[in-house]
């Protein structure tokens, strides 16, 4: 069986646009999101990482590039986190972040010229802005002549290649616009996007449930529509969805030998929880472990499939626990969250014993009168890893209105939480998920979840340590350290996230220790300044497929 390297590339900016438009699974919604997204109007699309967001935002672009009535333009933030230093140092970050964001959306603009054939010299020549943009990103932008370019420049120029190119509106597709989680960059974008917006150019941007931070005079549902694009489980057409990702990308004979046992399939299927590049990445993993066995891959050998899926869970936590130093204000909820979704599952596992397959929980219903503020945010955060989906409110009268989070259903694997039973095998675990009552939660109270601890102990906000000695701030309002006496300043997201230990990203034990042993990488920068992936080619089984992952890996990281 040969499945190609390129086929595991589950993010759709990575791929050639042959292979990203034979590739791609439709999304159940596709029509109605694809055409929010094409028409007028400012749309915010809401999913956490590797829903599927960035394949949408490229239909899109290209349904926009065929139909020649609007000139879609598609620019990707996920480098915004690189400006964030120069908010920390007092450098005029408010300012130099948005010549960045107008710069990128002038790149943008000129790549949408080159695939139309047409060639317009907009305010700022192409290879300037290109120059600008990287020097902004690695804070070597000292000797450049300032620009100062503006939001009517930009408007201007637009208005110019429409009127030239014969195109009526312009759709401004901006990826990973909130990716970072600067609250001073999220408002300073959000302000842009806000202002963009006119009768002939129409925003459109990609966010993260949770974790984005709005300016004051943003509203959503007021200055943009909402939608979210996240594939649920239990909604109808899920498992058909998710079997597209890879019969698009895979070999017929891949897919025979896949398909021996097809519930292994639904299994995956379902441990992905509605997020297409976790499912990738576990039959990644499964198929790179069958390539060590003499025989190769013969198949899906279900105890290694148990074990992998267990393996995804401990990824997802990672990704949550990397929240603590993207969003170090809520390092307490990072810290004690992990405890309280424990618990949840816990709870769940409690209401599961001895009830039929059909009555199975897959959710817990928490009191929306008992809901505190802190409690809601520390859902948010899990729903920006994936950890948790929110089903909305359900009225129970007497008993009182409940908000339903459903459990990522790895975590639930992991914990071994449905059925009630020692040895649960897959055809039980696709048999619970698949036919279960919809109506079946398990009601939790704060306090349970708690562990009967109050929610101002567990979830205090934490203030930035003094960066010369690393003392706590005695309150919020101290100008010195109390340990010191240092001026205590911010520190930078950026830097901290650059330095740590590449355990962080999510990888196996086993390959982070080849790493170390076979090369001179230690922290998450050392992946990022490795030129043409020369360390970590010098691995064992690190070829130019996994180079490249594990440097899209650390990208992602401090994005």
């Not at 509203?219 to 996240?230: N, P, Q, R, Y």
């Not at 009830?355 to 955060?381: C, G, T």
């Not at 909305?392 to 694997?413: D, M, N, P, Q, T």
């Not at 003392?471 to 950026?494: E, H, M, Q, V, W």
Request: hydrophobic share 40%; charged share 25%.
């Amino acid at each position: 069986m040969s499945v190609r390297p390129e086929a595991f590339i589950e993010q759709a900016e990575y791929l050639d646009r042959q292979s990203f438009l034979d590739w791609g699974a439709d999304h159940p919604d596709e029509s109605t999101i694809i055409r929010k997204l094409t028409q007028g109007g400012a749309k915010l699309i809401s999913g956490p990482r590797g829903c599927g967001k960035t394949t949408l935002m490229l239909k899109a672009y290209n349904k926009l590039l065929s139909d020649n009535v609007a000139l879609p333009v598609y620019v990707n933030f996920k480098r915004s986190l690189s400006i964030e230093p120069l908010y920390v140092s007092g450098d005029r970050g408010t300012y130099h972040f948005n010549q960045w964001i107008l710069l990128k959306v002038y790149e943008g603009l000129y790549q949408s010229l080159a695939e139309i054939q047409n060639s317009i010299e907009l305010s700022i020549p192409r290879s300037e802005a290109a120059s600008r943009i990287a020097a902004l990103e690695f804070s070597n932008y000292a000797g450049l002549p300032e620009l100062d370019l503006t939001i009517d420049w930009l408007e201007t120029d637009i208005l110019r290649v429409l009127e030239k190119c014969g195109r009526s509106r312009c759709v401004l597709l901006l990826d990973d616009a909130a990716h970072a989680f600067s609250p001073e960059q999220q408002r300073d974008f959000f302000d842009f996007f806000r202002q963009i917006k006119t009768r002939e150019i129409s925003p459109k941007a990609a966010i993260y449930p949770g974790v984005t931070s709005y300016s004051s005079s943003f509203h959503v549902g007021h200055d943009a529509e909402e939608i979210d694009v996240w594939v649920k489980p239990e909604r109808p057409g899920y498992l058909q969805f998710m079997r597209r990702v890879i019969e698009g990308r895979f070999p017929s004979d891949a897919l025979d030998v896949l398909y021996r046992d097809k519930k292994v399939v639904d299994f995956l299927c379902y441990s992905a929880f509605g997020i297409p590049r976790a499912f990738l990445n576990i039959l990644q993993s499964l198929l790179d472990s069958a390539d060590d066995d003499e025989g190769g891959f013969t198949g899906l050998k279900r105890r290694q499939v148990l074990a992998e899926v267990k393996e995804h869970y401990q990824n997802t936590l990672k990704l949550f626990r990397s929240l603590n130093d993207k969003v170090p204000t809520y390092r307490n909820f990072i810290e004690n969250g992990e405890l309280v979704f424990g618990v949840g599952v816990d709870l769940i596992k409690e209401y599961n014993k001895n009830k039929p397959v059909a009555k199975q929980s897959v959710s817990i219903a928490i009191n929306v009168a008992d809901m505190s503020q802190e409690l809601a945010r520390l859902f948010s955060l899990f729903q920006y890893a994936g950890l948790c989906i929110s089903k909305g409110v359900v009225s129970r009268g007497e008993k009182g209105r409940f908000e339903i989070f459903s459990v990522h259903y790895s975590a639930l694997v992991n914990a071994n939480a449905l059925l009630g039973r020692k040895a649960v095998n897959i055809d039980d675990y696709v048999e619970a998920f698949s036919s279960r009552d919809a109506h079946e939660f398990t009601r939790v109270s704060p306090q349970a979840l708690m562990n009967g601890r109050s929610v101002g102990e567990l979830f205090e906000l934490s203030l930035p340590p003094c960066s010369v000695c690393g003392a706590p701030r005695i309150n919020k309002d101290a100008k010195f350290c109390a340990n010191c006496g240092s001026k205590l300043t911010a520190s930078s997201t950026y830097k901290q996230l650059i330095s740590r230990d590449i355990s962080a990203l999510p990888l196996t034990e086993s390959r982070v220790a080849k790493i170390k042993a076979q090369s001179s990488i230690r922290q998450v920068k050392d992946i990022l300044l490795d030129k043409e992936h020369k360390q970590l080619r010098s691995v064992e089984r690190v070829g130019p497929f996994w180079a490249e992952r594990i440097v899209r890996l650390a990208e992602e990281f401090v994005e």
